[in-house]
């Protein structure tokens, strides 16, 4: 939680992001992800001052555990002061145990995006899914919240300007917003519709624009003439010198077996490699998130 300090922008955590959403994929297939088609409402989920508190986290926390499709349990939710955001027991229940910083007793308007973040800690721990290390096990949380249908609170919880700031969640505004925008891409959902704070509007914008790059790269059709150049001078040289990956590892090309040339390069939707064979204009499928891609290889 960014409280008053500097907040990180760009995409330092880009990598990992993207092997979030494929892992995502592979653990939870694509008829479970497409059973969130629809986000949390901000109605659902609005706080005000005037709301009794406990009672106010009680009815957020149940409408998250709803949305996640987690059993209905007791939820019990405490403030404590601490250094983080919230905190969570990852226990075999049947209760939910909570632990939310002091701060959110009077900025209540917030307290909807640090639930969410915790319940996603609990959803994945029932799922057996996890990343090695804190860090890129909290960015997985952050991703799998937000393109499940819920870190749009995370986003919206993001305010910056010259005298203040907070942020709340690992990802930097423009990564949540990237990954807002492939599940807009996914599901034709506008998030922005939602949002109360004016920079995570402006970072969302952001976040669409590098998503839209995503289904711009060689050798797909819808690349720019820069780089379908680029894939046509690196094809060449491929078809002399076997096994040549793009600098960039966007794509690279090897021999099959009976010695034809493939080009293996990221799905543009979940970031699955996939391996094509060189010979023109292809339409493959993805396999994980079954996305039709045309291709130019």
């Given at each position: ?9 760009g995409y330092p955590h880009l990598e990992t ?106 959803y994945l721990h029932r799922v057996g899914l ?65 949002f109360t704070s004016a920079q995570a509007y ?96």
């Amino acid at each position: 939680m960014a409280n008053g300090g500097p907040v990180e922008h760009g995409y330092p955590h880009l990598e990992t992001v993207r092997a979030a959403v494929t892992a995502l994929y592979r653990r939870l297939s694509y008829d479970t992800i497409h059973q969130f088609t629809s986000s949390v409402v901000s109605a659902d989920v609005a706080f005000c001052d005037t709301d009794d508190l406990h009672l106010g986290v009680q009815r957020v926390a149940r409408e998250l555990v709803r949305h996640f499709r987690l059993p209905q349990a007791r939820m019990i939710v405490a403030f404590r002061a601490m250094e983080h955001a919230a905190n969570v027991e990852l226990t075999a229940g049947p209760e939910y145990f909570v632990e939310l910083n002091d701060r959110f007793r009077t900025h209540r308007r917030d307290i909807g995006a640090a639930l969410a973040h915790e319940i996603m800690h609990v959803y994945l721990h029932r799922v057996g899914l996890s990343f090695p290390g804190t860090r890129d096990n909290e960015i997985l949380t952050d991703t799998a919240t937000t393109y499940l249908g819920a870190g749009w609170l995370l986003l919206d919880a993001y305010r910056e300007d010259a005298a203040s700031s907070q942020k709340l969640g690992y990802l930097t505004p423009e990564e949540f917003g990237y990954v807002l925008a492939k599940r807009s891409l996914v599901f034709g959902e506008d998030p922005s519709v939602w949002f109360t704070s004016a920079q995570a509007y402006t970072a969302y914008g952001r976040g669409f624009e590098r998503a839209r790059h995503d289904e711009r790269q060689p050798p797909l059709t819808a690349a720019g003439w820069v780089g379908r150049r680029r894939y046509a001078r690196d094809r060449r040289h491929a078809q002399d010198h076997p096994s040549v990956a793009a600098p960039d590892g966007l794509y690279s090309f090897a021999p099959d077996p009976p010695g034809a040339l493939r080009v293996t390069f990221a799905c543009p939707t979940c970031h699955q490699r996939i391996r094509v064979p060189v010979r023109g204009r292809v339409r493959a499928r993805c396999a994980l998130c079954r996305t039709v891609l045309e291709c130019d290889t």
